[in-house]
């Protein structure tokens, strides 16, 4: 069974940084493209970043180019989130997905496995 567990989420003021961790597990030969995604309160889940398995392309949303980072460890199945300069409207929470196959890295519904979520709120 496929397991995604994010943490490093909390508190933040704004023009902090924060590392958001996803673990994934239960995919023997491992897992394609993973993302992080968020979902601030009362809008729709929108996509954050995403990085494919071979070669490290990575793929980032307007509103979070040049501040955050996506990267992965392949060895252990974990994908990571540097967030810098951060702002109120970051506030959401944010969602590891992972994928088995081919994805248009931007697209929610490419993702097989998601994890349950782990909350960033930045004050101002």
């Known amino acids: 069974q496929v397991h995604l567990v994010e943490s490093g989420g909390g508190l933040v003021q704004a023009g902090g940084s924060l590392s958001l961790s996803c673990a994934a597990s239960?995919?023997?030969?491992?897992?394609?493209?993973m993302a992080w995604f968020r979902r601030a309160p009362g809008k729709e889940r929108e996509f954050v970043a995403a990085?494919?398995?071979?070669?490290?392309?990575?793929y980032y949303a307007d509103s979070v180019k040049d501040r955050f980072a996506i990267s992965r460890d392949n060895t252990k199945d974990t994908v990571y989130l540097q967030m810098n300069s951060l702002k109120p409207e970051d506030t959401a929470v944010y969602y590891c997905a992972a994928s088995s196959g081919q994805v248009v890295p931007t697209v929610p519904t490419d993702y097989n496995d998601w994890g349950q979520g782990t909350q960033v709120t930045v004050s101002s």
């Open positions: 239960g995919r023997p030969f491992g897992f394609g493209a």
């Open positions: 990085i494919r398995r071979f070669g490290g392309k990575t």
